[in-house]
């Protein structure tokens, strides 16, 4: 399912995957529903795939 996505991903990745809007994947982000990091200025927010399919599997 995520082959074809990098180990890194961005918040647009993560709202394609789990077919969300931008508000509630920007809300599960802040509020370590998944985790994630932030590079910059804080202002780019990336996500590990590792953390994503661990997400995934808590869900089912």
């Not at 394609?16 to 509630?24: E, F, P, R, V």
């Amino acid at each position: 399912m995520l082959d074809e996505y990098s180990d890194i991903l961005s918040p647009n990745d993560v709202m394609k995957i789990l077919n969300l809007s931008n508000t509630t994947v920007y809300s599960m982000l802040r509020e370590g529903i998944i985790l994630c990091y932030r590079v910059g200025k804080g202002k780019i927010w990336r996500i590990n795939k590792k953390d994503l399919i661990d997400y995934l599997s808590i869900m089912n």
